[in-house]
């Protein structure tokens, strides 16, 4: 409660619009970007603060091009300049790098379970929770799977 207090007072209750056939769900800040996963559409809208004002950047997918079945968000993670997306559905972890002036899908990384529902960073460990699969999985951080 306290930190969605502090966000209407930062924006003056300014309502920002997103595409109407998106549910937003998770809200995640890092180095000045404002995340929002969208659910039930499987991306991610980004919007920047600036003397007071939220401005839409852009709608990614989390998803891979090539990819058509059902899929939601679940959780989103911001760490460093990377943002980690879990996509149900498609049993993966998308990365963003934020350094970007538009925020690119990097890579999708298999999570090791069924219907990953959140998961944590730890250093270079990525822990997710799988709920269908009913496991824990440790990952490396996808920060290595890009970089070697």
């Known amino acids: 409660m306290k930190f969605i207090h502090m966000i209407r007072i930062c924006v003056r209750y300014q309502e920002t619009e997103c595409r109407p056939d998106t549910v937003q769900g998770i809200l995640r800040i890092q180095m000045g970007v404002f995340t929002c996963a969208n659910e039930l559409m499987s991306s991610v809208s980004f919007f920047d603060y600036n003397d007071g004002v939220l401005n839409y950047i852009t709608t990614v997918k989390t998803l891979p091009d090539d990819f058509y079945e059902e899929s ?20 993966s972890i998308s990365v963003f790098e934020l350094c970007e002036s538009v925020p690119r899908l990097k890579a999708c990384v298999d999570c090791g379970g069924m219907s990953p529902r959140d998961f944590e960073i730890f250093g270079d460990l990525l822990v997710c929770t799988n709920e269908n699969s009913d496991n824990v999985t440790f990952l490396m951080s996808v920060r290595i799977f890009l970089h070697g």
């Open 72 to 91: 939601t968000v679940a959780a989103i993670c911001a760490k460093d300049n990377w943002l980690y997306v879990s996509n149900r559905g498609h049993n």
